[in-house]
């Protein structure tokens, strides 16, 4: 009986799972809306009048504020010192909002309105998804480090491996389920936003039951630790300078960072064209055009944990990551090349992609602590998702204005592609760093005894 008394909270598995459970939710929640608008770009780009450029400026909007503003830094240093529960409140209010103003865009006709030039939805729009990747991009941070704490010394991959699984079935049932709300009623674009506000607002009030148990699980530690003061997040450290300057000028952590920028770019804005791609290449009617770009997500459910708990037992993280990037490269290039058009060709090569798309992140983020001390690793999240984001609001921008000049995907493929290969070239970069730094990104992440 005083061995019960004296676990914590997070000792209990029912309750580490449940903790881990309702912020994934949230999470998926949140990915849901991410993409919500991703498979209806022929809609805009037809019965609402947006270009090509217009649509590519919406898409990068994500990371307008995280990127320019510097949200990012800001977001880490707030997590630090307020601690998990009023970030976490903080930052998925901030999705909420962002998602209502971007409903309010696509749901009101402006007449032909305009803003700074632009026409008035897409600027709002682009606004509401804005404030809307803040607190997206800040809540991913939150979840990660509420992971951290609810596993830490325990099965840490397999739930890094199944947050991020439930996260792509968040993706996957936007890209799958939004171009059928849409045709259902008459084309509006409007009605699936409005549906990922909904979902949005059940893994907001989620978040609050997480709350309750993590003040449980704080006050389960203070009765373990009387000497310690019961407060959240106590070991943790806030950013500084030294950190910063220390994380920098690691050759091993730029390696990684740029491979992350590069990798992420051949695939997140991909997926936000990839239905028009199918419609147009491939010749799949409209309504159903976004289940195939849904396989990918759905394919990283399984695979994800899959490779990550290889990597946990086996090892070869830098080998993981070069054929996930080289299988990236492949399926870019089959993408661009004028043979096959036919729907289960797109189908076989985005199953290849997801195949990929599990190895890399499987593989790059339990990696970055062997690269990066304890210590600093807040702040290497922080600059890693920083330079991500960058390359998630540019990238769109970059392929609108190539399908607004060319009007050829075989050309938008190819810089996909290039991103591919620069990602291939970093990874094999990455593996002969840590043969010369020692960080044993090739060896296994679990100890023998």
Known sequence: MTQQIQQTLRDNPAARWGALAIVSITMACGYFLTDVISPLESILTGSKGWSSEDYGFFSGAYGYINVFLLMLFFGGIILDKMGIRFTGILSTFLMLAGAAIKYYAFKTDFGGQMILGMNAQVVLASLGFAIFGVGAEITGITVSKIVVKW????????????????????????????????????????????????????????????VVMDKK??????????????????????????????????????????????????????????????IEKYHVEQEFAGFIPALLPFGTILLTPLFGGIYDRIGKGATLMIIGSFM??????????????????????????????????????????????????????????????????????????????????????????????????????????????????????????
């Open 151 to 210: 596993f830490n010394g325990k099965e840490m991959a397999l739930a890094l491996g199944l947050q991020v699984a439930m996260a792509r079935l968040g993706t996957a049932a936007a890209l799958g389920v939004s171009p059928i709300i849409a045709h259902r009623y008459e084309g509006d674009p409007s009605a699936p936003v409005l549906v990922g506000l909904i979902v949005l607002l059940i893994g907001f009030l989620s978040y609050f039951v997480y």
């Open 217 to 278: 699980e704080d006050a389960s530690e203070a009765l373990l630790k009387k000497d310690q003061q019961a407060t959240e997040d106590s070991d943790d450290e806030g950013f500084k300078l030294s950190d910063i300057k220390f994380i920098v000028t690691n050759r091993a952590f730029w390696l990684i960072t740029l491979l992350c920028l590069c990798f992420y770019a051949g695939v997140f804005p991909f997926l936000k064209f990839a239905t028009k791609l199918m």
């Open 328 to 449: 990236l490269l492949v399926v870019h290039i089959l993408f661009a090349l004028p043979i096959l058009n036919f729907w289960w060709f797109a189908v076989i090569v985005m199953l290849v992609l997801g195949v990929a798309f599990s190895l890399v992140p499987s593989a790059m983020w339990p990696s970055v602590p062997k690269i990066v001390p304890m210590k600093q690793l807040g702040s290497a999240y922080a600059i890693i998702f920083y330079i991500q984001n960058i390359g998630l609001s540019l990238v769109p921008i970059l392929i609108g204005k190539v399908n607004a000049a060319f009007n050829n995907y075989s050309i938008t493929m190819a810089v996909f592609a290039v991103f591919g290969l620069v990602a291939v070239i970093l990874a094999l970069t990455l593996k002969g760093e840590d043969k010369r730094g020692g960080y044993g990104l090739e060896l296994p992440n679990v100890k023998k005894d």
